[in-house]
């Protein structure tokens, strides 16, 4: 992926920073892409925003759906990786490349509702991080299962008072996420991450929803054993880091 060229910054045309930039990473969505995006301009039509569809390899046409989709959405922007690389380096990506001050996640598989980002956003306040609560979750037994070990455990070892990590849309603050260490699967870690800065993290009941199309990304391994595994390196990074450190030039 060609990296984007800045503008000067005495470049008076250069078109203002939008209020928020949303986020997708996507794989293989093909079917997903085209009402996930209308959803969002739908949600957003009230503010100025911008859409970064980052694809992570996909091989089943959700290149060319994403690029027919720019001919309709003018704030649509497609972003592509050289080759698989994950979630959270597709995230890392998009967040890189946003443009606004604010960035809102979701997952690519339609199962977030982009109708809960407004509120997303209007219960930022004092906070850097704004996660998403799936209140009632819309998936099989075993993956429910799953995320509550998952973040049963996470919430045990690492106290990050977050009911829900694992929740793929969320609002957060692009600059304090820039400066936080970058690992695969991270995106699991925001809350404890953005404490670890000394930010603060809310959370916010949001909707969720049955995957209509496609298939999920990540089994059993994946979600469960995988994620209790990144946790202990998460405690390592908490353990060796002071937050609140200002530095000044006299």
Known sequence: MMPEKAAPMNDLSTPRPPAVSVVIPVCNEVDNVGPLAREIVAALQSDTFEILFVDDGSTDGTAEALQRLREEIPQLRVLRHSFRSGQSAAVCSGVRLARAAWVATLDGDGQNDPADIPALLAARGSADLVMGNRVQRRDTWLRHAQSRVANGVRGWLLGDGTPDTGCGIKVMHRETF????????????????????GKRVVSVPVRHRSREHGASKYGLFDRLWVGIVDIFG?????????????????
């Open 178 to 197: 820039m400066e936080l260490p970058r690992f695969d699967h991270m995106h699991r870690f925001l809350p404890a991450l953005f404490l670890r800065a």
């Open 234 to 250: 998460v405690m390592w990074l908490r353990r060796r880091f002071k937050p609140g450190l200002t530095v000044r030039e006299d």
